[in-house]
């Protein structure tokens, strides 16, 4: 074992000691208590009732111990367990043994259940190595010994897998190495989770977390009796992780920093390091900067200079400024630290002494406060002004007060305490700003709490509560945590158990301390008491003994001398507490004055730690002289210790549930630092504390010990034999049979799925069992032994009985014969005799036959065996011969085969080198297509960056439209709570009334007091006529407001131009691009020709139908055009008629009517103008589109031409094919194959268009519905502008009531208090005059009279509350939400309960306080100086009034801008569109340069595969291939054949279509005149009517043309909204297509490379195999040869190389075709897969643009939520503080009631009617608001209609398409009668424009001869003519008048309108 090792795992050799087992069986050993052990081993001899005698097993003496007190003890395989859990007799005995045990082996880590328990070693133990962290890093808990590092690792190991937060809580006394155990966590999690990986380049991250310590252990730990390194707070360390499980930030929070350390220290003790390590590590520099002297000059260090064994501060102030710096804190703020550090050490040398007459304290010498006013940057006698004579508040006025010594020492050292403890909380936050850098998110995080255990003193205090009340937490935490667990195995091993929330065992004393309210817990009534004037202590402890004396957790001290005030009884024991201070330690209290010096410091860091000076409390509100305690102070002005550290707990609680507790409990093992020493009592009662022994009673409760069945039948098998039968049973049926044969107690255990479950000590009793049941087998075994071995030694024995009676008798013979003489004679005779040896001879003569016979039989097998093998060789030699001859032949065949081989080999070398060739001009096209490739995907990225600013774009105006959503959401629910609120004070309003009917019977004696104030009264009046001046001044600016929104209207209606404008635009953008799709199909067109000549005649066909289908484009547009001319007049119309009836109305004229008619006639003339200017550009457009007509059908003729050229030219290359057909037969196979994939692909194709134009017109129709839903919204959004106007008079109006009445109770509360200082001077004064006796009758009947009357009230009250409380169920069901309803009615009650215990003791004191009033008339006069101050009062609150109406116009300002701003965003939004628009263009471009880069990979393509298709193939298969090319080549001549037939058919169709067209155009003529006629007619009308209006605009108001102006603008400009917004939605839509169809073609330009790819690759492979097989072939032939010639030598080799050879042969042609057909399949596999691999990533980026938009969304609804709870939190906060005040009002009220009655019942008759005025108004405004909803609502019908007459369009213009579409089809059949159909058009183009030009000169003689007529018309009137010529002309007038009235017929297409 190593030395880490002996550390960590347990000498199993000494555990399982047999020995050791046996004495534990043989005597019942149990544990005895002892005083000085804790618990003794002993042995139970006699038991005596419920006594037995024990000895014990160290002295051997024996006691008598009842047996209650008797522990029994575990078996000696427990010993020094890893987890105390598995313990099968759990109990405080065996827990401390365990430990012990393993304590002394120098193990000190322990498991216990959830707990990691840990021993201080007081020594260093080498198991915190970086090899022992790779130990431990990535195993299970149970798979090491027990180690932080485990603990660590799990923790961040389930972090990693479940996703979960985790936590580790080290808990335990000062001393017992909680603060090193967070050491080694931090360290581990340093390695294991840092994103660098080895130390040297371990990140700066993971440095400031090692080194965030170091400064914290400076700054916040010290030296104490126990440990020299004590931490004195409590902090838990989050550490937050990535997903990746890297460290990426880290935050501290701080809990109980002991400040008072600061001041002053116990014996042998320290103050923090940080003062030592200054004192002593500081340079000169340094020293005399900071004003630092010797140890033993300061005051606050107590022990002076007292070092640590083994530390040197000198060395650890340079680690700590290291730090610093690693924690890039800068110089300047570390200097900040160390002047506030010794600033503190100088407050303690500041000196107080009394003057000789008067208490007052001075200074005597202020040469300390110098220098503390040095390194603070105070002025110094402001600073010795502020500690000596501070000034106070008292009234309104503040008063310089003289303190004393005592006052002006507590002053300093709160503000040394104070000091001290905002820069550690300074230091904190910058350490946590430090790690908290980095800008990767935390996925999870792991907290480390390192705070102290559960403490017992002698006498505790107020922080001891605090620590305790925290380990009680943390305790039910693991009680609830640690069952949940063991619900969780009883559940997975099915077992029955009722759960037992162990959590629930501590609540009641939790609740002791924290409840707050019926009873009020402990702290409740500490900060109850803190608001009291003349509380004590003694007054809290009195308290809580009445509120909380019947509490079962809450013990009263027995004695008197008792110094506890009282106990609470904890999980960990009893704990009595002192209540020295209390009130002083909960308040916190400081001298104010320096406070306010300190945050105007001139050092920034000291004004920065002082910056939240308004939160304190001042010294002055503490009277140091009465009692320690006592003191007065405003209610809501600060938060108490106790209340701060609650809700700190609670924070910490919530977060530690949230996450998976580990628990880790240190231990002191002694108190004086000794390695290797162990205080027993000292660890039970740390055991105690720290919960260990509390988790060992509920593990207790359940099945402690569970055994797997394969184990619990191979121990215990032995206690049942014949329990279980022979042959294979389930463990689980095995287990069964034997615990019913051992017939236990169904209590004592269950059986689950895996595991036998055992109650605590069932396991040892088995053990007891087994052990009984081997001694007594061992025992039979031994006799059985025994009596074998003795029956041995008995045989043994008689054998030596019998030969010792046969030795006697050869003996005694022998000694008889010896000396007789012929006995000698025969022994000397007898080995001479032959007879004697005869025998011998006789035998050797019988072994020599013997082996002789051996050798025989051996032979005789030899011979057999040998002829056996003779006859085998014969058998091999004929065999052999017989191969000899096939062999030969073989050799002859293989030598035929070389040759053949080799010229193969030719032939296949000359395919290489042409092929290598190929390959290297492959290489060079694939190098250049990559090149192009990426320029491609250079072009496509920065498409997607645009494309995506775009989605950005409108995602974000998508978010803004949620937000204002949410915006009108969050007013509706601010109305409905203000008109709740509004309820509410109605509500209690009518119960002030009903009060103050009630208190006027016994209030009739102090009306007198109400003249007084009849002055106020008419104050009130004046103040209200003020308000209502101010009321009307609201009423015009909310006029004017109104005329800004009618400005805003103006300026929306010219943005609502300038959109039209844009419009325009992108209609111009949409005719370039149109051109540009004609130019993109010219030129695929002509790609097409270049690639296949033979399919001119169809592409040319194409590009016909393309530009038909523009003309007939062109004809709808011009079609839509005159459709809107004709809506134009229609509105004209409509216009003309709501004038007519205007004008029937107003008949008066005035000089503004005529302006006005002089403006409506310009403006007809205008209209005029434009009229004639539009129809002007609709002829232009026409002759425009007439002559592209014409270029259309001359460049069709000329492809004609080309066409019929290219023909000629296509059958000489046909004949030219033809000669080369038998050569090119292979690559038209190839091309076949070709075609089938790319039909293939084109029916994909075709299918992937079908499913983009469904998802086009799916997406066509969420655009409709988003359009519909955007006019729904902007109605809301304008009838919420109204509610909000109308709202917003009210919330004014509200706000007004409420400050009046607001002003009105604090001139009551003024008063109350005012009247309550006068009644208690009185009271002294009259306890003076008057007898105790007397004091004390009155006091009993006043008390009596009290009770009545409070009972009385009790009884009102209670009514009161069930009418509240039926209200509030009433309004509950009102609700939407019922459960927050429920939780604010719980508030509400609460809230209720407690004011009735404060009205009830205000009602106590209005009760002793009546009587006495009545003696206090006299003192009437001093309440009017009061009420004078009353005034000023008033006038200050109608000061904040006026503030809060600025705020409030603030506020609508604010509204104003954010629609400024929406105005805005919406003009960028177009901006945007014609920025899509140009992009368009430029992917147009970029698709051109891909069609072309296609066809050029397509020609590559098809070279590549017929390459391919060439290498590999023998002269058998292409002959083969050549038949089959030939049929081929028969079947496509039929096919030819067939295709002319076909194109006969189209020549036919193609007449037919002619005489369509021509029906067509006659048709479109025709249409086009009867629309220029209808056009006409209507002009003339328009004019007649324009005429008439003339005469009628002449007596039109002023202000009704203005409005219907105004509202058909507004209604024109929706209408273009909506068209321009549907016009951008549809070039967004193209433009998503267009770059959808790149992508789809750049996908398939990348497959193309990738088959080329691949192909190239696969014929380098072939090439090198059949290079490689050709070797092989050559080596083979060689080996063949060597073979043959030593064919006898080696035959088993020749055989398996010929059939091998033979293989190989048979195989070579079946392995080419196999390789073919393979590559085929693999081709086509890798077509598939690709077209897989492009569905998957579509899919892909689908999910991505989810998640994007996911994100997006959850970013902003964090950043909602973020915004909604701070809301939530002003509003929490304010809401607090005005039940607080109404709290306060209500009181004061209840007292002011008895004396306030006649004066405010004018004030309250005249609100009312002004409330009724109100009312009044707000009806009225009710009412205009219906007026305006119902305007709305007819605005919304007629944006309804407009939007139905919108839709019908685009349905008239889908039918359009659809007939386009169906046109194109036909087209695309009948392609070559085009030409003919051009040429005829051309001719009737021509014929026509011969008739226009000839009716032109018609018309031009008929105006000639006209003229002629006039003329002579007059010389005829003159009489010149003779009477023939005048008869002669009027015939010829005659005449042409005839022939102008038949012209005149002839439409006239190109008349101009007049």
């Known amino acids: 074992m190593s030395a880490a090792d002996k550390f960590l795992y347990v000498d199993r050799n000494m555990v399982n000691n047999p020995l050791a087992q046996a004495d534990w069986a043989t005597k019942k050993l149990v544990w005895v208590p002892s005083e000085r052990l804790g618990f003794e081993a002993g042995c139970v001899k006699e038991e005596r009732g419920d006594e037995c005698v024990v000895e014990l097993a160290d002295s051997g003496k024996k006691i008598s111990v009842n047996k209650d007190d008797i522990q029994k003890m575990n078996p000696p395989k427990f010993s020094k367990v890893e987890d105390m859990a598995e313990l099968t007799c759990l109990n405080e005995a065996s827990v401390l043994h365990n430990l012990k045990e393993r304590y002394y082996s120098g193990l000190i880590y322990t498991y216990s259940g959830l707990f990691c328990v840990v021993i201080n070693p007081y020594k260093n133990l080498p198991i915190y190595s970086e090899e022992i962290v790779d130990m431990y890093k990535g195993k299970k808990r149970h798979e090491m010994p027990p180690h932080i590092y485990a603990i660590t690792d799990t923790s961040y190991r389930s972090m990693m897998q479940d996703r979960e937060d985790q936590s580790i809580l080290c808990t335990g006394e000062s001393g017992a190495g909680k603060t090193e155990n967070t050491k080694k966590v931090i360290q581990y999690l340093a390695h294991v989770a840092s994103s660098h990986k080895t130390k040297k380049d371990q990140g700066e991250l993971e440095k400031q977390l090692l080194q965030a310590n170091p400064i914290l252990e400076a700054f916040g730990n010290g030296k104490t009796v126990k440990n020299d390194n004590s931490s004195r707070f409590g902090k838990f360390i989050r550490i937050n992780f990535d997903v990746n499980g890297y460290i990426v930030g880290a935050n501290i929070e701080t809990y109980l920093l002991e400040k008072s350390r600061a001041i002053r220290q116990a014996k042998d003790e320290r103050t923090f390091h940080i003062f030592y390590y200054l004192l002593t590590g500081a340079g000169d520099k340094l020293r005399n900067e900071l004003l630092l002297e010797n140890y033993n000059n300061y005051r606050f260090l107590s022990n002076g200079n007292v070092t640590i064994p083994g530390q040197q501060d000198k060395d650890l102030f340079t680690e700590t400024l290291e730090a610093f710096r690693i924690m890039s804190i800068p110089e300047d703020e570390q200097i900040g630290l160390l002047k506030v550090v010794a600033s503190v050490l100088q407050l303690g040398n500041m000196s107080f002494k009394k003057e000789r007459h008067t208490d007052q304290a001075s200074m005597p010498d202020d040469t300390a406060a110098q220098k503390v006013c040095h390194l603070m940057g105070m002025n110094v006698t402001d600073f010795t002004r502020a500690i000596l004579s501070p000034r106070i508040k008292v009234g309104r006025d503040f008063v310089q007060k003289a303190q004393t010594q005592e006052q002006a020492e507590f002053a300093v050292e709160a503000l040394a305490k104070a000091t001290y403890e905002r820069m550690f909380r300074w230091l904190v936050m910058r350490i946590n700003k430090a790690l908290d850098k980095t800008k990767r998110q935390g996925a999870s995080f792991i907290g480390i709490l390192d705070i102290a255990g559960f403490e017992i003193f002698e006498l505790n205090s107020f922080e001891q509560l605090c620590i305790n009340y925290t380990n009680e937490k943390l305790q039910q935490l693991f009680n609830h945590t640690m069952f949940i667990l063991e619900q969780e195995e009883y559940q997975r091993e099915g077992i029955e158990w009722s759960f037992i929330d162990f959590g629930l065992d501590l609540q009641p004393c939790i609740e002791l301390i924290e409840k707050p309210a019926s009873p009020p817990g402990i702290l409740a009534l500490l900060d109850e008491e803190c608001w009291f004037p003349k509380a004590t202590d003694k007054s809290f402890v009195e308290k809580v003994l009445q509120e909380q004396g019947t509490h079962p957790k809450f013990f009263k001290p027995k004695k008197l001398k008792d110094e506890a005030d009282f106990c609470i009884i904890h999980y960990a024991g009893k704990v009595d507490y002192k209540a020295d201070e209390w009130l002083m330690k909960n308040m916190d209290p400081l001298n104010d004055n320096v406070a306010s010096l300190l945050n105007q410091s001139t050092d920034k860091f000291v004004s920065e730690l002082w910056k939240d000076v308004d939160r304190i409390v001042g010294l002055d509100k503490v009277s140091m002289s009465d009692m320690p305690g006592a003191f007065k102070t405003r209610k809501g002005m600060f938060r108490t210790v106790g209340q701060l550290y609650k809700e700190q707990l609670s924070k910490l609680m919530a977060t530690l549930r949230n996450t998976n507790p580990n628990f880790v409990r240190c231990i002191i093992p002694n108190h004086e630092k000794k390695a290797g020493k162990l205080d027993p009592h000292l660890v039970l009662d740390q055991l105690r504390c720290n919960g260990v022994l509390e988790g060992i009673r509920i593990c207790r409760q359940g099945f402690p010990n569970r055994i797997v069945f394969q184990e619990f039948r191979q121990r215990y098998e032995i206690l049942t034999p014949n329990a279980i039968p022979k042959g294979f049973m389930d463990g689980k049926q095995a287990c069964v049979l034997m615990i019913k044969s051992l017939e236990l107690d169904p209590n004592l255990f269950r059986i689950g799925q895996s595991k036998v479950f055992f109650r605590a000590g069932v396991l040892a009793h088995l053990e007891e069992e087994r052990d009984m049941k081997i001694t007594d087998i061992i025992i039979s075994f031994q006799a059985w032994c025994r009596g074998y071995v003795a029956r041995k030694a008995f045989a043994k024995r008689q054998q030596q009985l019998t030969a010792m009676k046969v030795i006697q008798r050869n003996c005694a013979a022998y000694l008889k014969l010896r000396n007789w003489q012929w006995w000698r004679l025969f022994t000397k005779v007898k080995p001479l005799l032959q007879v004697s040896r005869q025998e011998e001879e006789m035998q050797a003569k019988d072994d020599e036959l013997v082996k002789v016979k051996e050798k025989h039989l051996y032979a005789e097998q030899q011979l057999q065996e040998m002829e056996e093998k003779q006859h085998q060789l014969s058998a091999e030699k004929m065999a052999l011969q017989e191969q000899l001859q096939a062999e030969t032949e073989l050799c002859a065949e293989a030598e035929e085969m070389r040759a053949r081989l080799a010229a193969k080999k030719q032939e296949l070398e000359e395919i290489l080198h042409d092929l290598e060739a190929r390959v290297e001009e492959e290489e060079e096209r694939a190098s250049q297509l990559q090149a192009e490739k990426k320029k491609m995907q250079q072009n496509i990225g920065d498409l997607e960056q645009q494309l995506d600013e775009e989605e950005a774009a409108r995602q974000k105006l998508q978010l803004e439209k949620v937000t204002l959503e949410a915006k009108m959401k969050k007013i509706e629910d601010d109305v409905m709570v203000l008109d709740d609120q509004n309820n509410k004070l109605m509500k209690e309003k009518k119960l002030m009334e009903e009060r103050i009917s ?438 200050k609150k109608q000061k904040k009034f006026d503030q809060m109406l600025a705020e409030e116009k603030n506020i609508s300002a604010r509204y104003a801008d954010e629609r400024d701003k929406a105005e805005a965003e919406a003009r960028e939004k177009e901006t945007r569109a014609l920025a899509l628009t140009r992009e368009l263009d430029s992917l147009m471009d970029i698709k051109d340069e891909v069609d072309r880069n296609n066809k050029l990979l397509r020609a590559e393509m098809e070279d590549l595969v017929s390459s391919k298709d060439d290498v590999g193939k023998s002269v058998h298969e292409l002959e083969k291939a050549k038949r089959a090319m030939e049929q081929q080549l028969e079947e496509m001549k039929t096919q030819l054949e067939e295709l002319e037939d076909e194109l006969q058919g189209t020549e036919d169709a193609k007449l037919r279509l002619e005489v369509n067209m021509q029906a067509m155009k006659a048709q479109y003529e025709r249409d086009l005149s009867g629309r220029d006629e209808m056009g006409e007619e209507k002009k003339r009308a328009l004019v007649k009517q324009v005429r008439e209006m003339e005469m009628e605009l002449e007596d039109e108001r002023k202000q009704r043309s203005a409005a219907v102006a105004g509202r058909k603008k507004l209604e024109l400009d929706l209408k273009e909204l909506e068209a321009g917004i549907d016009m951008a939605n549809k070039n967004r839509d193209e433009a998503l297509k267009q770059l959808k169809k790149i992508q789809a073609q750049m996908k398939d330009l990348i497959r193309e490379l990738e088959d080329t790819r691949i192909s190239r690759e696969e014929i380098l492979a072939q090439s090198k195999e059949t290079e490689k097989k050709l070797k092989g072939m050559e080596a083979e032939m060689i080996q063949m040869q060597e073979e043959l010639a030593a064919a006898e030598r080696v035959k088993r080799q020749a055989q398996q190389e010929r059939d091998e050879l033979q293989d190989e042969i048979n195989n070579q042609a079946t392995k080419n075709a196999q390789v073919v057909e393979e590559r085929r399949r693999l081709e086509a596999r890798i077509a598939q897969l690709e077209e897989e691999l492009e569905e998957e990533q579509c899919n892909t980026e689908l999910t991505n643009d989810r998640l994007k938009k996911a994100v997006l969304q959850t970013d902003q609804m964090n950043v909602e939520l973020t915004a909604e709870r701070s809301t939530c939190q002003r509003v929490e906060g304010a809401r607090c503080q005005l039940e607080r005040q109404n709290k306060e009002l209500k009181l004061k009220l209840q007292e002011l009631e008895g004396t306030v009655k006649s004066k405010y019942k004018a004030n309250m008759a005249a609100l009312e009617s002004k409330i009724a005025a109100l009312e009044e108004q707000l009806d009225m405004e009710t009412r205009e608001r219906q007026g305006a909803t119902k305007i709305v609502r007819r605005t919304e019908k007629k944006l309804k209609e407009i939007i139905l007459q919108v839709d019908d369009e685009r349905r008239n213009t889908e039918q359009y398409k659809d007939q386009v579409d169906k046109l194109n089809s036909r087209m695309k059949q009948l392609k070559r009668q085009l030409e003919e159909a051009e040429e005829e058009a051309q001719r009737a183009n021509a014929h026509r424009r011969k008739l226009q030009r000839e009716l032109e000169d018609s018309i031009e003689s008929a105006d000639v001869m006209n003229r002629e007529i006039t003329t002579l018309k007059n010389k005829l009137r003159r009489g010149d003519f003779p009477f023939t010529v005048r008869r002669t002309v009027t015939r010829q007038g005659i005449e042409s008048d005839e022939d102008s009235e038949s012209k005149s017929e002839i439409p006239e297409p190109e008349r101009k309108p007049e």
């Open 998 to 1435: 009630e208190f006027t019977t016994n209030l009739t004696e102090e009306e007198e007091k109400s003249k007084s104030l009849q002055k106020l009264k008419t104050k009130h009046e004046a103040m209200i006529t003020d308000l209502e001046d101010r009321l009307r001044r609201e009423e015009k600016q909310r006029q004017e407001l109104e005329k800004n929104r009618r400005k805003l209207d103006g300026d929306f209606n010219e943005i609502h131009d300038q959109i039209a404008e844009l419009q325009a635009q992108i209609a111009e953008l949409r005719a370039q691009l149109a051109k540009k799709e004609e130019e993109l199909q010219a030129a695929l067109a002509r790609i097409e020709e270049e690639a296949a000549q033979k399919n001119l005649a169809q592409k040319k066909i194409r590009e016909m139908e393309a530009q038909l289908s523009e003309l007939q484009e062109d004809l709808e547009l011009e079609k839509q055009a005159r459709t809107k001319a004709e809506k134009h007049r229609r509105d004209l119309g409509e216009e003309l008629e709501a004038l007519k009836t205007e004008l029937e109305d107003t008949l008066d004229s005035t000089a503004a009517q005529q302006e006005l008619r002089t403006k409506r006639e310009t403006e007809v003339a205008h209209l005029k103008r434009t009229l004639d200017d539009e129809a002007k550009v609709h002829e232009q457009q026409l002759v425009e589109v007439r002559q592209k007509h014409a270029q259309a059908f001359d460049e069709l003729n000329e492809q004609l031409e080309q066409a019929k050229r290219n023909k000629v030219s296509m059958e000489k290359a046909k004949q030219a094919l033809e000669s080369e057909r038998n050569e090119l037969a292979i690559e038209i196979q190839t091309l076949m194959q070709g075609k089938g994939d790319s039909e293939h692909r084109r029916k994909k194709a075709e299918a992937q268009v079908q499913e983009l134009q469904l998802k086009h017109s799916e997406s066509e129709r969420q655009r409709l519905e988003q359009a519909e839903k955007l006019a729904k919204v902007q109605a809301e959004l304008e009838h919420v502008t109204t509610v909000l106007s109308d709202l917003e008079g009210k919330s004014i109006k509200a706000t007004k009531d409420c400050s009046a009445v607001e002003s009105q109770l604090q001139d009551v509360q003024e008063l109350l208090q005012e009247e309550t200082r006068q009644k208690l001077s009185n009271s002294t004064r009259l306890r003076q005059l008057e007898d105790e006796q007397n004091v004390l009758r009155e006091q009993l009947e006043e008390e009596e009279e009290a009770k009545r009357n409070v009972e009385k009230q009790l009884q009102t009250v209670q009514a009161q509350l069930l009418e509240m409380k039926k209200k509030v169920e009433q309004d509950a069901g009102c609700l939407e939400t019922a459960e927050e309803g429920k939780k604010r009615l719980q508030r509400d009650l609460e809230g209720l309960n407690q004011r009735m215990e404060e009205k009830c003791s205000a009602f106590e004191k209005l009760d002793k306080t009546k009587t006495r009033l009545q003696q206090e008339l006299d003192d009437l006069l001093v309440d009017q100086d009061h009420l004078r101050q009353i005034v000023s009062n008033l006038e």
